[in-house]
Each structure stands twice: as structure tokens, then as C-alpha cells.
């Protein structure tokens, strides 16, 4: 899986032009949906929960072209739940963002 730091902000950029405040806010944003869907995934006692919160962190990843953490969401979707090596992977790419 390739990793591009600036793809988020390209991806926002392309959206919303060059407004460094509006992007600054979205990406805000995004990285506040990504931080809930991971303690989602850490918090999921079920297999459907585990599966929707992968699947809500794959899709804000793909929208926001960060490839790594969205195949690392697709990972978890068919990962057991609570798997801790995935788990650690999943926090530190969210931590590169």
C-alpha cells in the first residue's frame, strides 16, 4: 500500500481551492471522525460493531485519499475483532496523518 502525506490535502485542496482555513477545518474534521472510529473499533464487543466501525474508517479514508489507514480499514473488516497487532497499525498510521 503506498503512502502519500499530502494526499489529504490534495484531496481537500481539489474540493475547495485554495482556502487554507476551510481545509484546515476539514481535515480537522476528518481527523475527529477517524479518531472516533478507532475508539470504535477498540470499544467493539461484537462482529457487526467491528465491521461497521472498519467500514466507517474506510470510508473516511477513501474519502480523503489516505490509502494506507483505508487499507488497513479493509484489513479489520475480515480481521476478528479487537485484533491488537492490527489495532496498533491502524493507530499509528492514524498517527502519520
Given at each position: 500500500m503506498a503512502y502519500d502525506p499530502g494526499a489529504i490535502d490534495a484531496?481537500?485542496?481539489?474540493?475547495?481551492?485554495?482556502?487554507?482555513a476551510l481545509i484546515a477545518e476539514l481535515r480537522g474534521a476528518f481527523l475527529d471522525g477517524v479518531t472516533r472510529a478507532c475508539t470504535q473499533l477498540e470499544a467493539a464487543e461484537t462482529v457487526e460493531h467491528w465491521?461497521?466501525?472498519?467500514?466507517?474508517?474506510?470510508?473516511?479514508?477513501?474519502s480523503f485519499g489516505a490509502v494506507r489507514l483505508m487499507g488497513l480499514a479493509a484489513l479489520a473488516a475480515e480481521a476478528r475483532p479487537g485484533d491488537p497487532d492490527l489495532l496498533v497499525k491502524i493507530r499509528r498510521a492514524v498517527d502519520r496523518l
Open positions: 484531496a481537500l485542496a481539489a474540493a475547495v481551492g485554495d482556502e487554507p465491521r461497521m466501525a472498519a467500514a466507517r474508517l474506510r470510508g473516511l479514508s477513501a
